[in-house]
């Protein structure tokens, strides 16, 4: 009967997979299409060798199948780079109006996807590519869903532990090196747990069979199999049967569905458990179409989430894939969030966006200021569970202690938004989703900016006024500064001084910081505008001029900020935009009706050195 079982289960895996590749197969094929096109989407696979990018394609295609207006021209590099520039480049002939590409290398892929960026929008999807010249990019936590993996294997093997064998993806592939790197680092913190093997199956059921029969052999007495896909792990499965050691658990990552919408291997017990990973596929899709009708307001980066799924959550899983929606649509939507405060213009037109972002929405928001105080926000948490709100959103005041109100809100079965700041521990099953700026990133690129406008000095020293103790912004702002200066040896922090994003602590901060290193500072770097303009006060009064004797670069590309440059006094912002809320109310709205939304929602940022302000000031909104 479990043989027949087996059988069934196999058949259905493959046949959904050839049934996909099937439907991928044909370049530029559509059903129904109008007489006129107005979009060509071209599709850049680097293969359509894995289950999992077979996938992706026909996501993309069913998506795309909802709009009679766009064409789809698919491609298959066959795992080479030298071949996907070649597609790219053909597709950029043919006059494709977006490209969707998951790259074969990242590395290599860049200068191509950097090309196409200048003539088009450019959607990543799977493999980030260096740099940030795309439109959007669209993948997975790899690292993370190796933690995950870890979590999964300590909680199976219970005190006791026991022996592991880990089937890998591809030697050197991004997404299987991550997946290692996160899954060690659980459960290596366990001496009880013991990995006896780490073997490289290629993505493919065949290998992982052979090769775990081989390793049954050499090791019998293996407790858990963790394969980096469900089809690696359906041959792992296929090789325990064979040899009798159906007592193994083994589990893998993908958790795609069949034709039916079901989820066989979990559902008849061949597998514990999986890792779901998203292709983003369907994702791309859809903001593909909304970057070709120009809708507002996009990301610069989404983070698919990753959900363990077990038999026991499978009927769970299965109804968020679905989108089923779990409240009535004519009923209201109320949200309560909790705002850090108002210490700067650029928090005031958070504040503002969310406020009117709701109310276009139809949306009833609970607003709730924090006074930068940590148990005020609690207190207010605990007030929307009390009042049984929808949906909780937050931008923390610090990274730690949120621990314990998160678990009230979702024992209460309330959804939490993180708006802005994140938190740590950073575990995602507390909360539903971020939204906001990759800090680390605008880190970064205010020290490129600084590099590449200073590189003729012999030496460069550098005063950092930090944000606030402990929170999101300021831990993230100062590691990306300093992870891209450290390369640098005539780059020196002479002093980091920890601020409160305000102008008022900029000014005295830097006040104290004139009387201990005078004219020995080159740089200031603030972690906020409002900062910066503090500091500008000080240098001023202190005698020197601003901009010019200092050089002044800050994060946050407001109003007031674009005026500094233009005077010059200011050199350089980077953007972290607070226009977060039509993204909030949209996360909000899928959240409600029982859609998984993205574990992480990156905003679209620029970088606005002073030659630029006077042409941009314009267009700024806050």
Known sequence: MKRNRLRRSLSLFLAACLFLLGGCSGLGEKKNAPDKVEFLIGVSQAN????????????????????PEARLV?????????????????LMQQGIDLLIISPNDSKELTPIVAEAYKKLPVIVVDRAVEGYDYTLYIGPDNKGIGREAGKYTRELLGSGGGTVVELQGPLGVPSALERTVGFREVVEQHENIKIVSATCSNWQRDEA????????????QVDIVFAHSDYMALGAYMAA???GQERIKIFGVDGFVDAQGKL???????????ISCP????????????????EGGLPKKIITRSTKVTKATLEQYLQARSGLKKESENKKIVLGFSQVGA??????ANSQSIKSAAQADGIELLFAEGDQSQASQIKAIRSFIAQKVDVIAFSPVVEY????????????GIPVILSDRSIKPDDDLLYDSFIGSDFLEEGRRAARWLVDHTKDRPQVRILELEGTAGSGPAVDRKLGFAEIIASHDEYRILSSELGDFTKASGESLMKDALKRYGRSIDVVYAHNDDMALGAIQAISDYGLKPGQDIIIVSIDATAAAFRAMISGKLNCTVECTPLLGPQLMQAVKKQMAGRQIPVRIITSEGVFPAEVARQEINGRRY
């Open 401 to 412: 202690g949120w621990g314990e109100v998160l678990r009230e809100a979702k024992e209460a």
């Open 343 to 348: 210490e700067s213009d650029w928090r005031k």
């Open 48 to 67: 359509l060798i894995e289950p999992w990018r077979i996938i992706m394609n026909e996501e993309i295609r069913q998506e795309l199948s909802k709009h």
């Open 279 to 294: 292709t983003g596929g369907r994702e791309a899709a859809q903001y593909a179409m909304d970057i070709l009708h120009r």
């Open 241 to 243: 049967k064979k040899l």
């Open 264 to 274: 066989p291997l979990i559902a008849e017990g061949i597998l514990s458990g999986t």
């Open 209 to 220: 069979e052979d090769q775990m029969t081989t390793l049954l052999k050499k090791y019998p």
């Open 74 to 90: 698919f491609t298959d590099a066959a795992q080479s780079s030298a071949q996907q520039i070649r597609d790219v480049e053909q």
